[in-house]
């Protein structure tokens, strides 16, 4: 999704520095009525980035993150939900478990997130049962 979204630099944007709606003077939100055109395509590339990226994502994934108020906010709790969100379960297999690390890996991937190899090899030490090692 992140290639995606870097196609048009003005969505990427958003997403790593964030949108924060016109303040007025007071540090009040202001009224769109107000909103000069800069400001209004401002909030138009960041309603463009929030549609897409929560066309792409699940539902479970959409409830989680629905309270977000920005771009960048979704983007950053995406992240946050998707790493290293599980460990090994009682009676899992280790193929079980490397299925469900590969699962997460592939979301990761997905939305951008890239995990050097050290950090692979640390969480599996510490996450796989001691006996399967």
């Given at each position: 999704?992140?290639?995606?979204?870097?196609?048009?630099?003005?969505?990427?944007?958003?997403?790593?520095?964030?949108?924060?709606?016109?303040?007025?003077?007071?540090?009040?939100?202001?009224?769109?009525?107000?909103?000069?055109?800069?400001?209004?395509?401002?909030?138009?590339?960041?309603?463009?980035?929030?549609?897409?990226?929560?066309?792409?994502?699940?539902?479970?994934?959409?409830?989680?993150?629905?309270?977000?108020?920005?771009?960048?906010?979704?983007?950053?709790?995406?992240i946050e939900l998707h790493e290293w969100t599980n460990d090994a379960k009682e009676g899992e297999t280790v193929s079980q478990l490397h299925s469900r690390i590969k699962d997460i890996l592939n979301g990761l991937h997905t939305i951008g997130?890239?995990?050097?190899?050290?950090?692979?090899?640390?969480?599996?030490?510490?996450?796989?049962?001691?006996?399967?090692?």
């Open positions: 999704m992140e290639v995606y979204l870097k196609m048009e630099f003005n969505q990427w944007f958003n997403v790593t520095k964030g949108y924060k709606a016109p303040m007025d003077s007071a540090e009040i939100p202001m009224d769109p009525n107000n909103w000069n055109m800069e400001m209004k395509k401002k909030a138009q590339v960041d309603f463009k980035f929030l549609n897409t990226i929560q066309c792409g994502l699940t539902k479970e994934e959409l409830n989680r993150v629905d309270p977000q108020e920005n771009a960048k906010e979704i983007w950053d709790k995406l997130h890239q995990i050097e190899n050290r950090d692979l090899i640390r969480y599996a030490v510490n996450v796989f049962p001691r006996n399967a090692l």
